[in-house]
């Protein structure tokens, strides 16, 4: 019968990870499903450990091809895969026992193309967000589409994801060879779909590997890795050019906040005689580059670029150990105009490098947490912090206030240390208003206003003070 799902999974020396990544395909809710393993020519014991599982499952299936890269191993698994959806999986990663069942069924219902879901960085054992996907899958978004929903542009993995077979053949959709086949795949994909379901549900473990090969993530600091990573970067610029200009600007803002790191990487550890075709490699990388993504990059970042294109290795090899160092951010100053990343060769003229380069005043944004709440007495005290983030020195004044949409109730603010603030709520000064009130804090320093509301600890929603029946009990936050 045909399987309601076909699973490609490429295989190139992973035995020590293989048995861990095949159990969790065999655990999967949604049963109906096939699992195509590709030996991509492992010479380790990776065909050993997948043919175990094909002769104790029938659901798997085992081929084998000489060495051509996960691309082609991939291709090679479509091309035997049944089922009405498709999946892929790497060897090495692992997939949660509810992530196609999610998946799928979300596709059964929407009619959309494809559906993707969140990840999660697993690194010796350990569960940890994926930087890469944070920002994409924070909310259930049916029938999406990348020029709809530019962040998007973040999704360019193909393994946590379910697609209809029947939009992967009708677009013709293929991997290319190379190391870095998911980016151009799955730029493509976004933009050819009609609808792309967006889930905020965990569908994929994306393993950092810690013994055997290394995966082609982790050589990513290397000559022909980069060379390899900026002939994908240009085939999807090339692709959005033509398809989906209005995206370039956030593909090469992402292309400058991530990618760029490891040519960054590639310069700070090589060997002298590597730095000359790096410097060639980074021209290349950069020409071209939209100008309104180098003009968004914050200051530290246009620090490192402006060494970069100069040549400046040895001073660049400095910058990025002081940003690995700046653990609590790096320090941002008032001048006499403006405010300035502090950062090295702020104050060393010899460089003649611009201030326009160290400029920084778009980067300063207002903190405004509670920490805890309770009553004292009469009075509901709040308590938390009010400051600029990056910048080293309290703030010249902190006023606080509740508001329900209508009316501002002003507070007597109390400092305590350099960021702590402290207020006392009189609940008869809420009387006839909303039932529920947002708190708002005003900073000042050396010229500079920020406003916002107050939010609640690590889990940065927005802090309402719900207060129904006026009672002492129910005045609270709301959870």
Not at 127 to 139: G, I, T, W, Y
Not at 292 to 299: E, F, I, K, M
């Amino acid at each position: 019968m045909t399987p309601m799902l076909s699973v490609v999974v490429p295989i190139y020396n992973v035995e020590p990870y293989l048995a861990e990544c095949l159990e969790s395909l065999a655990a999967q809710t949604l049963e109906d499903i096939e699992v195509i393993l590709v030996d991509d020519g492992s010479v380790d014991g990776s065909v050993r450990v997948a043919r175990e599982f094909t002769e104790r499952d029938p659901r798997f299936v085992l081929f084998d091809q000489p060495n051509q890269g996960p691309g082609p191993a991939r291709n090679a698994g479509i091309r035997r895969a049944r089922g009405t959806y498709l999946a892929f999986a790497d060897g090495d990663d692992v997939v949660p026992p509810k992530a196609y069942e999610l998946l799928v069924g979300s596709l059964r219902e929407s009619g959309s193309d494809f559906a993707c879901g969140g990840v999660l960085r697993l690194t010796e054992g350990e569960l940890a967000v994926s930087s890469l996907h944070e920002k994409v899958f924070r909310r259930h978004a049916p029938r999406s589409h990348i020029l709809d929903r530019q962040v998007l542009i973040r999704d360019r993995t193909v393994w946590n994801k379910v697609y209809r077979k029947d939009f992967w053949h009708e677009h013709g959709l293929e991997f290319p060879a190379g190391i870095y086949e998911d980016v151009p795949l799955s730029m493509r994909a976004h933009v050819l779909a009609t609808g792309v379901d967006v889930l905020p549900d965990i569908v994929y473990h994306w393993r950092k590997r810690e013994e055997g090969e290394s995966s082609i993530t982790q050589r990513r600091a290397e000559l022909s890795n980069l060379a390899e990573r900026l002939a994908a970067i240009r085939a999807v610029r090339a692709f959005l050019a033509e398809k989906a200009p209005q995206l370039i600007d956030a593909f090469d803002g992402l292309v400058l906040e991530k990618d760029l790191l490891f040519l960054f990487q590639g310069l700070e550890y090589c060997q002298d005689d590597e730095i000359g075709p790096l410097l060639e490699l980074s021209e290349q990388w950069l020409a071209g580059m939209s100008p309104v993504a180098l003009g968004s990059v914050a200051s530290l970042r246009r620090l490192e670029l402006h060494l970069l294109s100069r040549g400046l290795v040895k001073e660049l090899r400095e910058v990025r150990g002081f940003r690995r160092d700046s653990v609590n951010g790096t320090p941002i100053l008032p001048r006499e105009v403006g405010w300035y990343g502090d950062y090295p060769y702020f104050r060393d003229r010899t460089l003649k490098i611009p201030d326009a380069v160290f400029e920084a005043s778009e980067e300063l944004k207002l903190v405004a947490m509670v920490d805890e709440c309770d009553w004292v007495g009469d009075r509901f005290e709040v308590r938390g912090e009010a400051y600029i983030h990056r910048v080293p020195r309290q703030p010249t004044r902190v006023d606080m206030w509740l508001t329900d949409g209508e009316r501002r109730v002003m507070l007597d603010v109390e400092r305590t240390g350099e960021r702590g603030v402290q207020v006392a709520i009189d609940p008869e000064l809420l009387e006839k208003g909303g039932p529920s009130w947002r708190l708002h804090a005003r900073v000042e320093l050396c010229g500079l206003v920020l406003k916002g509301c107050f939010r609640e600890g690590e889990a940065q929603k927005v802090w309402r003070l719900s207060v129904p029946g006026w009672s002492r009990t129910s005045m609270d936050i709301t959870q």
